[in-house]
């Protein structure tokens, strides 16, 4: 049996609120909230990698960034990110290389049914759990993706 995590990055229908899936994002948003407050390079470069699913070299995060699990982020080499980008990452995110993402630049992997009647899953014990598919993102080299105006 395939755990939540396992159906998320497969695309299939899982429940986002999984303790594995919550405690996921709970440590993500910590190590974010770090990233977006450290002022050591070093000790932020450190923190990025230990966040990401891979990070190449020379990633410039300019100003504020948001994610949910951040784990499932790749970046290829020479990546710059501007502020207040924000990666919905219910499912893996890959930038290749000298990718340029503008401001305000949001990317989202997951979506609900537009069909009230399929937005809503029961489980075996009766509770419902919201039914999200997602699927992956992938930006390939030397892309620059503009502001979103």
């Excluded at 100003?63 to 951040?70: E, L, N, R, S, V």
């Excluded at 219910?90 to 993402?101: C, K, Y």
């Excluded at 609900?112 to 999200?132: C, M, Q």
Aim: glycine residues 10%.
């Amino acid at each position: 049996m395939m755990t939540e995590h396992e159906k998320l990055l497969a695309g299939q229908e899982y429940d986002y609120r999984d303790s594995e899936l919550q405690q996921m994002i709970v440590r993500g948003k910590k190590m974010i909230q770090e990233i977006n407050t450290q002022t050591d390079v070093k000790e932020r470069n450190e923190t990025m990698k230990s966040l990401f699913k891979h990070v190449g070299t020379n990633l410039t995060i300019n100003g504020q960034f948001g994610a949910i699990y951040g784990s499932h982020i790749i970046f290829g080499d020479d990546n710059f990110i501007n502020g207040n980008c924000y990666f919905q990452d219910s499912n893996l995110i890959t930038l290749g290389d000298r990718v340029i993402v503008a401001p305000d630049t949001k990317f989202y992997c997951g979506e609900h049914s537009i069909d009230a009647n399929h937005r809503f899953g029961v489980h075996e014990d009766g509770s419902h759990y919201l039914i999200t598919h997602t699927e992956p993102i992938s930006v390939g080299n030397d892309v620059w993706i503009g502001v979103r105006y």
